[in-house]
């Protein structure tokens, strides 16, 4: 047995060896074919990929075949060309798809020295039909992952709203799965697509509701949209501790793409996207409604930090990675933390947000009693998730995520929000604004000065810190707020520069066989029976598919001036 393991060190070792001299090779002919002047640069290119191919051809990967290609056919070397270019489609599956090599890109420019060649016309159909079976086989596992019995047809048959709403919070008749993962394809608008990815628990039981994380990636004015998307992009690399920790924890991780008009951060214009996508989700697997999470980094967990300030209800939890705190397409409202929680990791070397502003917002945060943590790791850059050290605070992440679960029925809520396409948390709703009208006392905005900065100099690989004077938010509207309670049937609402607002009911949080009584601003409003409205709860089943948090009546109310 000690022989047998001395071997497997050795030949893990050797292996290792290989990839790296094989990646040396691979990277020495990339430079010299990117600084090629002439076919006597472009002939040393393609000799050292063809001397990484003979020595180590076990190592052999996509991109270099398809630059030894391009380099062969540059060359006139067809017999190559063709050689490499079969040799690379023979690598094709569904996560090297080794077809976009011929058919994504133009080949014009790349390959013209081939197209005269008799075997040009027949590799290229090739590779598009290997593309047509992908997207063939794309289709079948989305229309498998879609397939199921939760539609709001199912509830229409009900006799009354009472019985609309027992079978929507009985509904359990999810089906299995037969994959792991799953490249969805998302309407955006009538004329783009983009996808998500997501995987489930690897003994996904239809019977059972697991938890959510979405995942929302960085960088994106640098992002474009992808019809699809394969696991390798997004569960490895810098996400490889939330695969490995949703993985041990039975979480159900969704990897959404974003470009720069259509995100989570700014301009507004893709900000429905995640509720969206969640709402799809609902319908085909069982997930635990109360267990709904989003995360990211960089813009990403900008993006997590604007769903908490501005679309909070569908979740529990909120946690991002080197963050900057603030809503970019409007107010940021600090005080709508109180319903929730974010969970941030941030880094001294940050040149996104700087240290000293997180202390400033963590001294805000335990002053007014939200439930903030922020988790500070010292020495480490804005990338931090690319370090095998970021690893503990995954774990502390994922620790965090199991104790959490949202109340959609909690009985004090605070929301702000400056437009009302956001005017809702949970129960309440603010549906019309009045910024002409009286400012509460109560109703102040938080903000504060930012001192320092840390840029990074790249070339130097250092940091430095500079002094500097601006407000951390910007509110470029005025905004409404409503502190609200309920108990005992009773509904207490303060207002400040609100029109309008509705509030909706639940057996769970009100006696459903007596009137409900609701007072704004100290003054007795209305009395009203509830019913099960059979309309009110389907309109708003429909716009979440939400199984727990279900409405079966709403009051709507005017603010007198």
Known sequence: MKKIAIVFLFLSTFLKLNAQTYTKLTDSALKLMRNAKDTFDYRKSLNSYEKAFLQYPKAVDCQSLYRASVLASKLKDNNGAFGYLNH??????????????????????????????????????????MKAGFYTRLRNHQNEFQAGPLKQDTYLSAK???????????????????????????KVTDSLVT?????????????????VLFFLHGAVSSNGFSSFQKASWVMDGWNRYYT??????????????????????????????????????????????????ITGHSNGATGSFSYLMKQQGSFAGFYGFN???????????????????????????????PPDANDSLNIIMKKMGADYQDHRYNGWPHWFPQFDESEPAYQLLFKDLKSRARNPYQKSIYWECDDVKYGKADWIEITAL?????????????????????????????????DTLFKAFKFPRKSGAVRATF????????????????IFLSPEMIDVSKPVSVFINGIKRIEKNPVYDKKIILDNFNKTYDRKAVWIDQIELLISN
């Open 88 to 129: 690379l489609l023979a690598l094709d599956n569904d996560e090297n798809t080794t077809w976009d090599y011929l058919t994504f890109r133009s080949p014009q420019n790349e390959y013209e020295n081939l197209f005269n060649d008799c075997r040009w016309p027949a590799i290229l159909a090739k590779a598009k039909k």
């Open 160 to 186: 009354d709203g009472r019985e609309a709403y027992q079978k929507i919070k009985k509904f359990n008749s999810y089906l299995a799965k037969k994959e792991v993962g799953y490249s969805i394809e998302f």
């Open 195 to 211: 996808s998500y990815y997501i995987s489930l628990p690897l003994h996904y039981n239809p019977k059972k509701s697991y938890p």
């Open 244 to 293: 490995k920790y949703a993985a041990i924890n039975e979480v159900i991780m969704v990897y959404p793409k974003g470009s720069k008009k259509f995100n989570w951060m700014n301009p507004d214009d893709g900000f429905f996207m995640i509720p969206a996508m969640l709402r799809e989700i609902k319908k085909s697997i069982n997930i635990d409604d109360d267990k709904v999470f």
């Open 323 to 353: 963050t900057k705190p603030m809503v970019r397409t409007g107010g940021t409202f600090l005080r709508n933390i109180l319903n929730r929680s974010f969970f941030n990791v941030s880094t001294d070397e940050d040149y996104y947000f």
């Open 434 to 466: 009045d910024t002409a009208g009286k400012l509460a006392d109560w109703h102040e905005r938080i903000n504060f000065n930012i001192h320092k900065v840390v840029n990074y100099d790249q070339s130097k690989d250092t940091v430095i810190t500079t």
């Open 487 to 502: 108990n005992n049937n009773e509904f207490h609402i303060e207002t400040s520069q609100v029109r309008s607002l509705t």
